[in-house]
């Protein structure tokens, strides 16, 4: 039932610049002495522990809500939004891969001066495992929701709306673009929720309304239409990219313990994906999660909570 967590602007060093610190700085996303500023929301919590929470294709810091709101007793959370999603400006000529999302957000960890927590959803799964294979130092736990790990099935029923296949087409793409145009806001939350959840009926009320202004706001921003498409486009890349560039080739690199959480009802990334990426890894568990869609963060945020807490606490115990 609570609201999103207040969120604010911080700065993020530019590569072989040193880290800006943790401070908070108001204003507006943008560049910054060759960085840039992240729009984040951060959770009180206990004062030693962090968790930093990345979000998904088309999803923001608000996706972490609740759950961090779960684990605020155990560690203070700080949710990001991704360059081109929520409210950050993603900076002049950035390539919205994997590759570069992964490179900010461990610059941004490299502020916070300490290990942290990292848990990703979807493409922030992906985004997180990429920086705890390559920048281990920075992560204690990693926690991958769904991440995104290849999965090339041409199936109409991963897309909120089919029609979004159809913009993409020359001729017919144009009625297309138009039709999706006219969407409010709360539609194209409601569709979104629909693909995303097992059950959208569960979805609350208060927070489709939450989602629909955060559309209604981020439609005014020139970026945000090129940002989604071309991650869309990088995420898909590199699903197709072979040999040490691969996902599947960073996942046997991540030796930090790490905690995989599936739903049986994910429509975006199949549950067939979740066995494998956990053999991966070599030092992880497997969570699946029945009548469970691809955000369960969201769907179960407790039941995730439980998860992720069980595993903090094995790792204290030496059980991990």
């Keep these: 039932m609570l609201p999103p967590w207040e969120g604010s602007w911080e700065a993020v060093a530019a590569p072989g610049d040193a880290a800006p610190g943790d401070g908070s700085v ?12 992240l729009h984040v929301r951060r959770t009180p919590g206990r004062v030693g522990e962090t968790a930093v929470y990345v979000h998904g294709l088309g999803g923001s810091s608000t996706n972490w809500t609740d759950l961090a709101a779960q684990l605020a007793p155990h560690a203070e959370g700080i949710a990001l939004d991704l360059p081109g999603f929520g409210f950050s400006e993603p900076p002049a000529g950035f390539r919205f891969s994997l590759d570069a999302h992964a490179d900010v957000v ?12 990292l848990v990703g959803n979807s493409m922030g799964g992906a985004v997180s495992l990429l920086v705890a294979a390559r920048r281990p130092e920075l992560v204690s736990t990693l926690t991958l929701v769904s991440p995104a790990m290849p999965d090339r099935r041409p199936d109409p029923r991963r897309l909120s709306d089919p029609r979004m296949a159809l913009a993409m087409l020359p001729v017919i793409g144009t009625p297309a673009r138009r039709q999706l145009a006219r969407l409010t ?5 409601l569709q979104t929720i629909r693909l995303v959840y097992a059950d959208a009926d569960r979805f609350p009320r208060h927070r489709l309304t939450e989602q629909a202004e955060e559309f209604a706001a981020r439609s005014e921003y020139a970026w945000a239409g090129a940002a989604l498409a071309r991650s ?13 560039g ?3 080739s960073a996942a046997p690199r991540v030796r930090v313990p790490t905690l ?3 739903g049986t009802e994910d429509r975006v990334i199949s549950v067939r ?19 469970t869609g691809h955000v369960a963060q969201m769907e179960r945020p407790v039941t995730v909570a439980r998860a992720v807490l069980g595993m903090w606490e094995h790792i204290a115990d030496g059980r991990w």
């Design 260 to 262: 995989v959480v599936w």
């Design 273 to 291: 994906r979740a066995r494998p990426t956990a053999l991966a890894i070599p030092s992880a568990r497997l969570l699946v999660l029945p009548r």
């Design 185 to 189: 806001p709360e539609e194209r939350a």
């Design 232 to 244: 869309t486009l990088e995420i898909f890349r590199s699903w197709f990219t072979p040999g040490t």
């Design 106 to 117: 461990a610059r941004y960890l490299e502020s916070l001066r300490r290990p942290v927590h």
């Design 246 to 248: 691969s996902l599947w």
């Design 26 to 37: 108001g204003g507006h996303a943008g560049d910054e002495a060759g960085g840039l500023r």
